[in-house]
């Protein structure tokens, strides 16, 4: 899998996520676009755990379909079911490189329920001590 590059930090606006089922996504796929995703080095995925909870970093470009609206109930679990944590444990930030200094963060949060992520919320991350921290972690993180 893909190795993983440093990052930033913050909240502010909510965006509440659509829970869409796998017919009704528009990319029809299952856990092999992930896995390609991540051996084409489009995700990079590294974890970082701290005061028991697992915070899972998933670095991509701005325009990475796995990650829009359509089709982030399906990454999230996928990922989540890829990896040795525990669902409600976990906390999923997703790092864009946003130029060769700054990344951009945002967290996903959810609801376990059934054994799925569902109710979905983005909120992104922008005040500075927020941006520091999550960059501390997430250099402090090891790759997938």
Not at 5 to 33: H, N
Not at 75 to 100: E, G, M, W
Not at 108 to 122: C, E, G, L, P
Request: net charge negative; charged share 20%; with cysteine.
């Amino acid at each position: 899998m893909a190795l993983h590059q440093p990052s930033p930090y913050s909240s502010s606006a909510q965006t509440m996520l659509s829970a869409k089922t796998e017919t009704q996504s528009p990319i029809q796929y299952d856990r092999t676009y992930l896995l390609d995703a991540l051996n084409q080095g489009r995700l990079v995925i590294s974890v970082s755990p701290l005061l028991g909870c697992d915070y899972v970093f998933v670095k991509h470009a701005d325009d990475e379909s796995l990650l829009d609206i359509d089709n982030i109930q399906r990454t999230l679990n996928d990922t989540l079911r890829l990896l040795p944590v525990t669902p409600k444990q976990t906390i999923f930030i997703s790092v864009i490189d946003a130029d060769d200094l700054n990344y951009q963060f945002a967290r996903y949060d959810f609801v376990w329920v059934n054994q799925n992520a569902d109710s979905i919320t983005k909120i992104d991350i922008t005040q500075k001590e927020q941006t520091d921290f999550m960059e501390m972690i997430y250099n402090c993180s090891s790759p997938v």
